[in-house]
């Protein structure tokens, strides 16, 4: 059975920093691309990060220089570093997972798997 669990979500300041974690189970996670996704009250679910088996990286503007993600083939797992938080980063945070890479991979559509989320909330 494929899960994706996420943890480290919670409630910080803004200017704060949280570390969000996506462990994977039940499928080769060093063929797959991880990606970070969020979704806010009332908006679409949007990219923030992602990361393929090769440890190529991308970035939504939103999290460039304020966010790192990063993985762990070992322990099957993909962090996001979030620092200097703002209130505008509070949404729910999702990890997904699909084989590849390539342009598509921005795109909720193209991931296979999904987490249940975390929820992130920055108060000012």
């Known amino acids: 059975e494929v899960q994706l669990v996420e943890s480290g979500g919670g409630l910080v300041q803004a200017g704060g920093s949280l570390r969000l974690s996506c462990a994977a189970s039940g499928f080769t996670f060093d063929d797959y691309t991880i990606g970070w996704f969020r979704q806010a009250p009332g908006k679409e679910r949007e990219g923030v990060s992602c990361?393929?088996?090769?440890?190529?990286?991308y970035y939504a503007d939103s999290a460039k220089g304020r966010f790192t993600i990063s993985r762990d083939n070992a322990k099957n797992t993909v962090y996001l570093q979030m620092n200097a938080l703002k209130p505008e980063d509070t949404a729910v945070y999702y990890c997904?997972?699909?084989?590849?890479?390539?342009?598509?991979?921005?795109?909720?559509?193209?991931?296979?798997?999904w987490g249940q989320g975390t929820q992130v909330t920055v108060s000012s």
């Open positions: 990361i393929s088996n090769s440890d190529s990286t």
């Open positions: 997904a997972a699909v084989a590849g890479w390539g342009p598509w991979i921005v795109t909720t559509s193209s991931y296979n798997y």
